[in-house]
């Protein structure tokens, strides 16, 4: 995430972090806030919530648990080198969530599914 952080920043862009400790130094230094939440992985919820939609990098299980309340939430989700899903069923894709080819088509679908293009 810091390098996502960074990337942003440098672009002008302002980043929040919704950090699992309680302590507002343990966020990256690319952060523009941080929110110390003292609550663990029960963050990730705290995460989805916030979001209109949800870009998900990597594979680690802490992305899977944001991918599964984004969409319990119904937010849009979408994938970039992450996890691959389907719903139920023989080759069923699974709902609300799209796979994105590169970063920048990671954005541009976030923000068509958040309504913001």
Partial sequence: MS???EAATAAGG????????????SGNPHLTYAVATGIGQ????????????VIALGGEW????????????E?????????RLSGR?????APGVVVASDPADAVARALDAAGER
């Fill in 14 to 25: 302002e980043v929040i972090g919704i950090l699992m400790a309680d302590d507002l130094d």
């Fill in 42 to 53: 029960a963050r990730n919820l705290a995460v989805v919530a916030s979001a209109d939609a």
């Fill in 75 to 83: 937010r849009p989700v979408v994938t970039l080198d992450s996890w």
């Fill in 62 to 73: 802490g992305t899977l648990s944001e991918i599964a309340f984004a969409r319990r939430l």
């Fill in 89 to 93: 069923g023989a080759m069923a894709e």
């Fill in 3 to 5: 390098a996502v952080a």
